[in-house]
């Protein structure tokens, strides 16, 4: 019988990206610049693309199932141009996998028209929902964003822009968005910033994505990050923020430079390779063993391994290498090919691992269901030492601000102390960054971040599963 193997990594998945341009002397390279934009987005979000595009007030939308190049064909993007225009990538973190929950969403209400996308996760979503469905709103979606888009229909102000302003003051949790009213592109990030959102100038236009890789394909400059508790109105009059909530302390997701982000992204002045690096060097400064190489699991421990290495003096090998072109696949399980699945990506080269003490270097274990098969083919290509280490902290509770991790009780270190993972797992030895070495690397002082996954201790209040 024919089997579906899904080879998903064991790791916490990305949530999504956004985009937003505003620049009307590019009016017929907009559509294209979105597609390029959401092509340097794809990491965190492979399940639905979309693009709205405003031009002089007619918004006209392109959205569907599956990756950017899937979704936009040429002849998709041939034919459309506008002032602006706002894009999402999407992994669906709330809200089941719809073509309803394809962003982004586009509203009609008596203030005018409205097309929203957000990145992040209401706490307060299913009871915004039900309060707005008990005075007559019908929703069509499970997202977020439709009941951001409820609140700014039902507001009691009459201008779009103040009552999608007037809207932020009632969300709680995560949210990073970006939405287009007939003459402004707008964008937002919660007051405690857990995602990312950066801006930029795009000739004399403006462009805001989740991260700055999708402004060096677009041909954008870097100008800053979105603060926490602002609002940007961007339209022909210029550029606008408004602080629309009072300082809190920041609590920028950790894990973005940890995993999710692209390596050449940066936030808060620091690129998201060179910090996996300096992640990497702490390890091997807090880990004390005996090898012969360092390997990277690839891809995501690849520069935690090279900081690894250059700390340690242990020479850096590609010694598992990895199939890109598979994601999920049909195929008939055999008996005789033990721990298929994993095999079917990663491959170990026994002539670069026979015979070595090797340390294997990943970013992140959460459930555990592949660390026990990478570590049993590597010893299988002839490793006489087999050592784990891991380049951030045991993850111990699920993420409530936008990111999709198991539940808490699958949460293998949760469960289990590191001698009794890496029992379970068949290595030597399991070791973790600590927090405090987690921290050093990213030059913090435990302040500016969340680390809740690794601590429990949310910043902000969450009904705990
Ligand atoms: S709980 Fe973990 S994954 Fe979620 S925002 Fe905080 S650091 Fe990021």
Known sequence: MTEFYDLAEDKMKEECGVLGIFCPERASDIPF???????????????SAGICINQKGNFKIHKGMGLVENVFKQEKLAGLAGEMAIGHV???????????????LLISCIKGDLALANNGNLINGPELRLSLESHGSIFHSSLDTEVIAHLVARSFEENIIDAFQQSLYQLKGAFSMVALTADSLLACRDPYGFRPLVLGRLGNGYVVASETCAFDLMGAEFLREVEQGELLIINKEGLKSIKYASERPGRFCVFEFIYFARPDSHFLGKNVHLARKAMGRELAAELNIEADLVIPIPDSGTAAALGFSEESGIPFSQGILRNRYIGRTFIQPMQEIRDLKVRIKLSPVKEIIKGKRVILVDDSIVRGTTSKQIISSVREAGATEVHLAISSPPV???????????????????????????????????????????????????????TACFTGEYPLEVKKS
């Open 33 to 47: 610049l979105s597609y390029l934009g959401l092509l340097s987005l794809q990491h965190r979000g492979q399940e």
């Open 90 to 104: 999407r992994y669906s973190t709330t809200g089941s996998t719809l073509a309803a929950n394809i962003q982004p």
């Open 396 to 450: 111990k509770d699920p993420c409530f601000y936008g990111l999709d991790t198991s539940k808490r009780k699958d949460l293998i270190a949760r469960e289990m102390s590191p001698e009794e993972i890496a029992k379970y797992i068949g290595a030597d030895s399991l070791t973790y960054l600590s927090h405090e070495g987690l921290l050093k690397s990213l030059d913090a002082d435990g302040t500016g971040f969340c």
